[in-house]
């Protein structure tokens, strides 16, 4: 008997996952099957009145370990037990669905798989957007990594950017080039940073547009007029909360400028 396991990422917490998930309730919000059934509650039991006949759905009682598995009663009586778990994942939760090839086809196989997939892909759209819509999903707020790959992030220990909830933090950004070059003009490195700052929103389901604090910090006050030029450039009609200072120096000699931003995801 052949085993397949299909997983999903949710960016909710595996406690608020868990929870919506092992209310039989919530059942037929997310399976297609039982979505296209008339289905009554009895107890902790789901009666389904499918095409078939009569299906019978059971969870295992709750408990602290995201275990989720149902039985399935068919109609005939065979029973097909679906183990399902809810694990923690750096992004969230994950939810793992185990299918075994019982007396099917590989044809028939595949089709169930991609039933479940489509289930799960239902499941996490559901509870993703109730975590953006109202926080329904209980727990902190998720925390999400964004790295552009520089060097220094894993010496260091930062990420470029952190997402918690609606606000995401960019770390302070140097004028970095992918061939480790560094144009000298105070404009040309500005520029720069904010290319590198803009990716980092975008991967963090931000835009430049939602940015509502920016800081810059630079080594000469020769640098504030180019400096000015570039960050104007992008934020001249966003007009975010901003500040420049002169300081001592940067990690790097050759650079000028460094700038860090936050943003308010929808604020726009």
Same mark, same amino acid.
């Given at each position: 008997m052949f085993s $397949? +396991?299909?997983?999903? !990422?949710? #960016? @909710?917490?595996?406690?608020?996952?868990y929870e919506f998930v092992s209310e039989p309730d919530n059942l037929p919000k997310w399976a297609g099957g039982l979505a296209r059934s008339e289905v009554i509650r009895r107890g902790e039991e789901l009666i389904a009145e499918s095409p078939m006949g009569t299906v019978t759905v059971r *969870?295992?009682?709750?408990?602290?370990?995201?275990?989720?598995? +149902? /039985?399935?009663?068919?109609?005939?009586?065979?029973?097909? +037990?679906?183990? %399902?778990? !809810?694990?923690? +994942?750096? /992004?969230?939760?994950?939810?793992?669905?185990? %299918? $075994?090839?019982?007396?099917?086809?590989?044809?028939e196989f595949d089709r169930d798989t991609r039933m479940v997939e489509d289930d799960l892909a239902r499941?996490?759209? %559901?509870? #993703? @957007? $109730?975590? #953006?819509? /109202?926080?329904a999903a209980t727990g902190p707020p998720m925390r999400r990594l964004v790295s552009s790959g520089s060097p220094y992030e894993p010496e260091i220990g930062f990420s470029r950017a952190v997402r918690v909830g609606d606000r995401v933090l960019v770390s302070g950004t140097g004028p970095v080039w992918p061939d480790g070059s560094c144009d000298p003009d105070a404009e040309v490195q500005a520029r720069r940073c904010l290319e590198i700052i803009e990716t980092a929103l975008?991967? @963090?389901g931000a835009t430049l547009a939602d940015v509502? $604090?920016?800081?810059? *910090?630079?080594t000469t006050p020769d640098a504030a007029a180019g400096v000015s030029r570039a960050h104007g450039a992008v934020f001249g009609e966003i007009r975010p909360a901003a500040t420049m200072i002169i300081v001592a120096?940067?990690? /790097?000699?050759?650079?000028v400028v460094e700038i860090e931003a936050e943003a308010r995801p929808g604020s726009a």
């Open positions: $397949r +396991h299909v997983s999903t !990422v949710i #960016e @909710a917490s595996a406690k608020a996952v *969870f295992v009682p709750r408990n602290p370990f995201g275990v989720v598995d +149902h /039985d399935v009663v068919l109609p005939d009586g065979a029973v097909v +037990h679906n183990p %399902l778990r !809810v694990l923690d +994942h750096p /992004d969230g939760a994950e939810v793992v669905f185990t %299918l $075994r090839q019982r007396d099917m086809s590989d044809d499941l996490q759209s %559901l509870l #993703e @957007a $109730r975590e #953006e819509a /109202d926080g975008t991967e @963090a509502v $604090r920016t800081r810059m *910090f630079i120096g940067l990690l /790097d000699p050759r650079w």
